[in-house]
T-cell receptor, first 112, second 114 residues
């Protein structure tokens, strides 16, 4: 079982819709969860982090964490073509003190 | 405030040569991570340095090595380059002393082995 799993996509949503990106992780003791956005040929950019169960909102982005289900998601409201990118989920498993482990990413395409 | 900076941006080497990649963390950050991202693939963890010490190492051969200097900048060395080492090498930094673990990436070094 992979430590961090994401659907590779592509996930295609129309402009203005809500994009929902999902991630599951294997280590139940994980405490820190991150979403990065990566445009083709560029480096990852941190867009959200969440440490506690529940929702965390920042502008059009909402991160949701459910530790019991070992599930973290990212919602993007009012999706724009500029949101088209690969979204990487990252988790800090316990015992490895900040060795961020990444999923393979979900490619999001926002269509006009 | 300057972000994480990496040099060079691009590097072309021939098989068997050595490559040295450099990373300067965000001011005040003491931890540096190195990741390899081959074309179309995910991020693979290479090395983690914190306070000058190697804290963790990914599943890579010993010809991948590095170090962290007293000013917390870091260097990644790849010896005996192979064609499959061609990838984007990413450095990220964080400050674990704050209790937060958000990591910020540099722009990467694209290594091409021919």
């Amino acid at each position: 079982q992979k430590e961090v799993e994401q659907n590779s996509g592509p996930l295609s949503v129309p402009e203005g819709a809500i994009a929902s990106l999902n991630c599951t992780y294997s280590d139940r003791g994980s405490q820190s969860f991150f979403w990065y956005r990566q445009y083709s040929g560029k480096s990852p950019e941190l867009i959200m982090f969440i440490y506690s169960n529940g929702d965390k909102e920042d502008g059009r982005f909402t991160a949701q964490l459910n530790k019991a289900s070992q599930y973290v998601s990212l919602l993007i409201r009012d999706s724009q073509p500029s949101d088209s990118a690969t979204y990487l989920c990252a988790v800090n498993p316990p015992g490895t003190a900040s060795k961020l482990t990444f999923g393979t990413g979900t490619r999001l395409q926002v269509t006009l | 405030e300057a972000g994480v900076t990496q040099s060079p941006t691009h590097l072309i080497k021939t098989r068997g040569q050595q490559a040295t990649l450099r990373c300067s963390p965000i001011s005040g950050h003491t931890s540096v991570y190195w990741y390899q991202q081959a074309l179309g693939l995910g991020l693979q963890f290479l090395l983690w340095y914190d306070e000058g010490e190697e804290r963790n190492r990914g599943n890579f051969p010993p010809r991948f090595s590095g170090r962290q200097f007293p000013n917390y900048s870091s260097e990644l060395n790849v010896n005996a380059l192979e064609l499959e080492d061609s990838a984007l090498y990413l450095c990220a930094s964080t400050d674990l002393r704050t209790g937060h673990t958000e990591a910020f990436f540099g722009q990467g070094t694209r290594l091409t082995v021919v």
